[in-house]
């Protein structure tokens, strides 16, 4: 099965990388998975650029080709302005819309305090929702406090074993079959020809 | 093979200079490219139809009237017609009148067109826009081809008993081309009426051109209109010339860097490498263009956008000198190298009047 990580940490090394590391290893201890790790940082120029000219460049075609194809995902994110941070955002802003429908998804991110923690239930978990993905119940979130405490480790396994459950059944993007014609003329209530017009 | 050029109609300002043109001018500044358009030896000219600034072209048949009645060979077109928004009953009866007019050298290429508020304040909701363009051209192709129609749809008011005037000329309705970057729906439509379908890739990498040009032509030889190879493509391209590369890109780097659309964006390098965008001697374009056959196959029809981002008018007609001169010619000449026989030119009035009156003669031996 394949795992796609995304992080949207900024700082090398960055914290948010971390927990993404820690999240994806405990997933691997419980179910071996291939695992793909999107750094958002290295594509933060074309995601920029995608949206000017409307088409990703090849890097980060190459990354939204293997989201699209992952049997799960985690995301982490810094929290920055009590939110997401605008690059976590633009990067599915530009991801193709039906890119994550069905798929099982595992929230997570950072903060200098715990007083954000609510980030994951009102700024990520309703994005994965209008996405269509399976949002785990168990979203984690570290403050950097966390490091030094007991609970985090805790959460991490929880978490890594609902999306482990998941991923079986997650739904793989398919090409959309071309909707035949007369079907598309029919929906409409107009009288449907016997054949095709030939010119 | 058909080559030309096809104008968006912006109204930009020259960011070398900071001026920008007025309404006037620019409108009377896409009639002097058409008329170069022609002098040189093009085979089409194509206008865009908008209903917002900074576009002036809001209302294509007057420009292309007017065009037609100064030129003797150019076949006139649309880029796109806006087959959502508009009446079809409006366009059946405005494009006849032009075809009339033009002695046939009329064809359409029909849109969408993702203007968000064009759709409500021309009464239609942009959720609809696939089916919109499913049901007006349905009625359309109606309108062109039958001459009393009754008529019952979602989208428009019903007609009962109704002829749309003047009748096509000859009998042979304007042949269609249908424009769409990324619908699958659209490529279907225009397959199963073996109409033209026409990729705008201009702003988009080959290999998603590849993916929409190849859906068509097996839908088109599935619906028995032909081989996949027989299917009636077209496509745009991009050029800016000089006769040294540099001199090209020194000039034109402004240009792009200021342009609506992409501007402000990738770089002018990065641009052209990823799509069809060519900045660099006449030769450089001529080896850009050829390569799209390996995209697509044998294709129809191509279009050069020339004169948008604010490019001055003396500036568009040389480059269009360029093209007519120094680029197509050695394009027909090459594209006609190792081109199949079966596979066919672009419809035109002719070729069409031709073909109804084969089946007509067929008919009445039978």
């Known amino acids: ?199 | 093979m058909q080559f030309g050029i096809f104008t968006v109609g912006d109204v930009t300002p020259d960011p070398t200079t900071g001026r920008t043109p007025t309404e006037r001018e620019r409108i009377k500044a896409m009639v002097a490219i058409a008329l170069k358009a022609e002098e040189v030896g093009l085979d089409v000219f194509a206008t865009g139809e908008h209903h917002n600034p900074p576009f002036v072209p809001s209302s294509p048949t007057t420009m292309l009237g007017y065009i037609a009645a100064r030129t003797e060979n150019l076949i006139l077109s649309t880029s796109t017609t806006l087959i959502t928004t508009n009446d079809p009953v409006k366009i059946a009866e405005d494009y006849a009148m032009l075809q009339h007019l033009a002695d046939g050298r009329v064809d359409l290429m029909m849109g969408r067109g993702n203007t968000g508020p064009v759709y409500p304040w021309f009464g239609k909701d942009i959720r609809e826009g696939i089916n919109l363009a499913v049901e007006n051209y349905a009625l359309l192709r109606r309108l062109w081809r039958e001459d009393v129609v009754d008529w019952e749809g979602k989208f428009r008011t019903p007609l009962q008993g109704f002829t749309s005037t003047p009748r096509p000329l000859d009998g042979v309705a304007p042949f269609v081309w249908h424009g769409s970057i990324r619908s699958p729906e659209i490529a279907e439509q225009a397959a199963y009426y073996g109409d033209g379908f026409f990729h705008n890739n201009i702003f988009w990498p080959a290999e998603h051109t590849r993916r929409m040009v190849e859906l068509y032509r097996n839908r088109y030889a599935h619906y028995g209109h032909g081989t996949p190879a027989q299917a009636i493509v077209g496509l745009g391209g991009q050029a800016f010339m000089r006769k040294n590369s540099q001199d090209a890109v020194r000039e034109f780097r402004p240009y792009f860097d200021n342009a609506p659309v992409y501007g402000h964006g990738p770089s002018l390098e990065d641009f052209t490498e990823q799509t069809p965008l060519t900045v660099g001697s006449p030769q450089q374009v001529i080896d850009r263009t050829l390569s799209f056959r390996e995209t697509v196959g044998d294709y129809q029809r191509q279009l050069f956008l020339m004169d948008h981002a604010g490019l001055p008018l003396k500036t568009v007609l040389e480059q269009l000198d360029m093209l007519g001169e120094e680029v197509v010619p050695v394009l027909r000449k090459e594209f006609a190298v190792g081109r199949p026989a079966d596979v066919p030119e672009a419809p035109t009035h002719r070729s069409l009047l031709a073909a109804k009156a084969a089946e007509e003669k067929e008919e009445s031996a039978v």
């Open chain 1, 1 to 199: 099965m394949k795992l796609v990580v995304v992080s949207a940490g900024l700082s090398v090394p960055s914290s948010t990388r971390l927990l993404a590391d820690r999240l994806s290893a405990a997933v691997d201890r419980g179910t071996p998975v291939d695992t793909e790790v999107i750094e958002l940082r290295d594509l933060a120029v074309e995601i920029a650029h995608h949206l000017t000219s409307g088409f990703p460049g090849r890097a980060l075609a190459a990354a939204q080709d293997a989201v699209a194809g992952a049997d799960g995902l985690i995301v982490v994110t810094p929290v920055f302005s009590a939110s997401y941070s605008g690059l976590f955002k633009s990067f599915f802003d530009v991801l193709d819309k039906d890119a994550l429908v069905g798929k099982p998804v595992l929230i997570a991110a950072t903060g200098g305090t715990a007083r954000h923690s609510l980030v994951l239930d009102h700024a990520l978990r309703p994005l994965f929702s209008h996405l269509r993905a399976v949002v785990v119940p168990t979203g984690v979130y570290a403050a950097s406090e966390d490091w030094g405490a007991e609970g985090l480790p805790d959460r991490i396994e929880r978490a890594a074993e609902e999306l482990a459950a998941l991923m079986p059944k997650a739904r793989r993007r398919q090409e959309e079959p071309v909707v035949p014609f007369a079907q598309q003329l029919a929906a409409l209530g107009a009288r449907p020809r016997e054949q095709a017009p030939v010119r």
